[in-house]
């Protein structure tokens, strides 16, 4: 028979718990140490607040385009710019060839002259029927004379018939002379009214042709202005982005012919979501930093806010989606600094602009200098 050996003791220890002293030590350690890692980490990743009270977002400088173009029609004779020329305001850029305009014009005034001379016959015929009337006025007296005369040579001699003086032949005659003087009467009298609408009617032509006259005046005026017009003058200082046509091309009315910038209305335009675009204001404070000047920064205000969201679907229903409406804004910068360094303005320059949302905060210590 085979004898066992006897069990030691170290066979009969019970077994170790799930959760030893040693490992309960290792997990605490390990689970204070997640702990304080995740405190640091809060603390590390949580933004400064006040950094809250600014934003940035990338934008391209920008400048007021204006268009030089004729407001007549005709072929470009010469242009006296190139592109990238700064101009001042008034200075002449560009001539429309005049010929066609001085022969218009030279037309309309001998239309004008004629029309004087129209009026100068008018008013002289006036004259003349005025004249007329005077003469027939005093043949109207003249013929009434004559017709009381010859009344009176009738009544005498009616009386003198009575006394057998004259023959009743005479009084006869003396009856019918009072009604030729009389005829004569309604006869001066018929020619002293036509004479009156003579008149009349040369008062009209004189009416008639002082209208031509104005109007006539108006085209040699009118003529005159796009005379001027054919040469073109800078609206206000700049520079010449471009030229549109050359000389020798036609063009309508209408047509451009130079682009010109206005360099003292310069702005970057740059997109802000919901949340941001809402806490600013107009004339806020802003910084532009240019890509081409990345050791300045360039002071600005905000001049301009989109009352419109952009990027976003016509009907907006959750949080989410809110978050994703952009404004549209422009950060336009001073114009007496602008023409402190006129020569140095360049538009279509990417950069970053920096808007602060609260005054209250002053502006973090890594922008660079503002430019002077």
Not at 95 to 116: N, S, T, Y
Not at 124 to 148: P, T
Request: cysteine-free; glycine content about 6%; overall charge neutral.
């Amino acid at each position: 028979m085979t004898v066992q050996p006897a069990t030691t003791a170290s066979n009969n220890k019970p077994p170790a718990p799930f959760i030893s002293p040693q490992r309960f030590g290792y997990g605490a350690a390990a689970f204070v140490l997640l702990a304080v890692v995740g405190w640091f980490g809060r603390s590390w990743w949580q933004p400064d607040p006040s950094l809250l009270a600014f934003q940035q977002a990338n934008g391209r400088i920008e400048a007021t385009e204006v268009a030089i173009a004729s407001k007549i029609a005709g072929r470009v004779s010469d242009i006296l710019v190139n592109e990238g020329d700064f101009v001042a305001a008034g200075q002449l850029l560009a001539k429309i060839d005049p010929a066609a305009h001085q022969a218009a014009l030279q037309q309309a005034q001998a239309q004008l002259r004629q029309v004087d001379t129209q009026i100068a016959n008018a008013e002289s015929l006036v004259q003349q029927r005025q004249g007329e009337r005077h003469a027939l006025e005093a043949l109207l007296l003249q013929r009434r004379s004559e017709a009381e005369g010859a009344s009176s040579r009738a009544r005498r001699t009616e009386a003198l018939v009575k006394t057998g003086a004259v023959s009743a032949q005479s009084a006869e005659d003396q009856q019918t002379a009072v009604k030729t003087a009389n005829a004569t009467i309604a006869s001066a009298q018929a020619q002293l009214e036509a004479n009156q609408a003579a008149i009349h009617a040369a008062q009209t032509q004189v009416l008639a042709a002082k209208a031509n006259q104005e109007a006539a005046a108006a085209g040699v005026q009118r003529l005159e202005v796009e005379l001027k017009e054919t040469e073109l003058f800078a609206p206000k200082a700049g520079r010449i982005q471009y030229r549109v046509v050359q000389p020798g091309e036609v063009i309508a009315a209408g047509g451009r012919v130079l682009n010109l910038l206005d360099l003292t209305d310069v702005y970057m335009t740059f997109f802000l979501p919901t949340r941001y675009a809402g806490q600013l204001t107009l004339q806020s404070e802003a910084r532009i930093i240019v890509d081409a000047l990345p050791q300045w920064s360039i002071p600005a205000s905000i001049s301009y806010i989109a009352d419109v969201a952009q990027f976003t679907p016509k009907t907006v229903e959750t949080a989410s989606e809110r978050e994703k409406m952009m404004f549209r804004v422009k950060a336009r910068i001073p114009a007496d600094l602008l023409q402190k360094h006129i020569q140095q303005v360049k538009t279509g320059l990417p950069g970053v602009v920096w808007v602060r949302l609260d005054a209250s905060h002053s502006w973090p210590a890594e922008l660079p200098p503002l430019v002077q």
